[in-house]
């Protein structure tokens, strides 16, 4: 659990732009490079990773661990075809860190919801996360774009899997969510990241109109 909490602290501190390039800025132009691409992407942003995590808590949480995070694997998969397709999505940013502040929170509360909630939030999240994923295929032929795909799906699902049985192991031991503090503190921290990512998004804003 202190691996899950150090995720949601990375995510913290992060200031970077909700843009990763795990290629160097490079579109991937192989099967090699698409997939190694696919592999990193989710790893290397570190808003990308805490979400991915509290994903897989709150999945823990609600008895579905193995099916709520599909909701968003598939999301983020439509959200890049959306950008490859050149089509726009309002606000990309502050949605991202709004989606951790809210995840983090339910994460933070331990509130069992609804399967079908929680894979509507995951649903909408992944749009906006995968739009994001878009950037670094954005341009692409078809065997790169196909190989970062199932690239960063695999890995978002695996990442996702993981957290939510680490939790149900710490929740078995812990016995009830008040008594798992690292679990709590996870969702604490990654509420917190959403909300300091929020903030800078929108004084950035204001200085622009200003």
Known sequence: ????????????????AFAHHPMGGQTPSTFFEGLLSGVGHPIIGVDHLAF????????????????SPLAFVIAT?????????????PAVELMIAASLVVLGVVVFMGKKMP???LAGI????????????????????ATPLYAYLAGFGL???????????A?????????????????????GIVA???????????LAALNLAG
């Open 167 to 187: 939790i149900v192991t710490s929740l078995g031991k812990a016995r009830e969510w008040s008594a798992n503090v690292p679990a709590r503190v996870t969702g």
């Open 52 to 67: 991915v995590v509290a994903v897989g808590i709150a999945a823990a949480l609600a008895g579905s661990r193995f099916l």
């Open 115 to 117: 399967v079908a909630a």
């Open 77 to 89: 998969i439509a959200g890049t075809a959306i950008h490859v397709m050149a089509i726009n999505l």
């Open 122 to 141: 995951f649903a909408i999240a992944g749009l906006f996360h995968g739009f994001a994923y878009g950037e670094a295929i954005f341009g692409a032929e």
């Open 1 to 16: 659990m202190k691996k899950l909490s150090l995720a949601g602290l990375f995510a913290l501190v992060s200031t970077s």
């Open 155 to 165: 890995t978002q699902y695996a990442i996702a899997i993981v957290a939510g049985s």
């Open 192 to 202: 917190g990241a959403g909300g300091l990512l929020m903030s800078e998004h929108v």
